[in-house]
């Protein structure tokens, strides 16, 4: 394999915008040595690797030149393996027991990020996880679960420029405020959050033809299936509490109905 991390240095640092005292002062070295780095005149010790990965929100195969369709490989490999460890059928209600394996599930993608530290889906893929085991955990344990979350969501947030990514991580914190009683904060998050009508999942629908139409019309369903179920359990257990609209109650019967044939 041929080792081009001088070009690639370069390349991220422009695309960054950034400039090498940057990267010298986030690793806590000079700035001759980034130089040199980049003039080829040197390697950067192994040590530092996933610091400058982490920095250029890359990969250290990416800076090693690794073939960027063996990356995806591999990222698709240990998304299909998380998949498989995690997978379980559902209850008899219709949720997920998405405890499942949690821990093998998060193990796997810990090693997913060593390999891939600029990896946004396995950041918040973890995140998500974190805040189910914050959530059924107490004390010290708890904060710990939580703050690990916050700190990667925090970090999609300021980094990432993919907007799916970036929603993803404000839907986790918005759930982590809500059960650390900052509802407040929960709030403000879910109120910056896309309507329907500007979800990605909508726009397509109104682009994609033929069978690409088909198939993002399945996964709306899909999801838009779960999230009545899901509305229909917490209207109910609100209905002792609130008074409810009866019109609208009754129209949640009919899609329970339909939800439970």
Known sequence: ?????DKKLKELRHKKGNRQEDLA?????SVQAVSKWERGEGMPDI?????????????????????EEEKNKRIKEITDEYNRIRRTAPREDGSLVVEHNIDEGMSLIRQGLRKFPGCWFFMQLLASDLWWKGK???????REYFNEAVELCEKILYECTEDRWRHCASSILC????????????????CQSPGFVDSMEWKLAKIYEGKELTKQLERNIRELTRLLYLSVQEYQKADDVFVCDHSLKYQFEIIKECLDS
């Open 136 to 142: 059924h955990a107490e004390g010290d344990e708890r």
């Open 47 to 67: 040590t530092l690797l996933p610091g400058i990965a982490a920095f250029y929100g890359a990969s250290v195969d990416t800076l090693l030149g690794v073939d």
């Open 1 to 5: 394999m041929d080792i081009i991390i």
């Open 175 to 190: 759930m982590i405020y809500n059960d650390s009683g900052r509802k407040e904060k929960a709030l403000e998050l879910a």
């Open 25 to 29: 002062v986030y690793l806590g070295i």
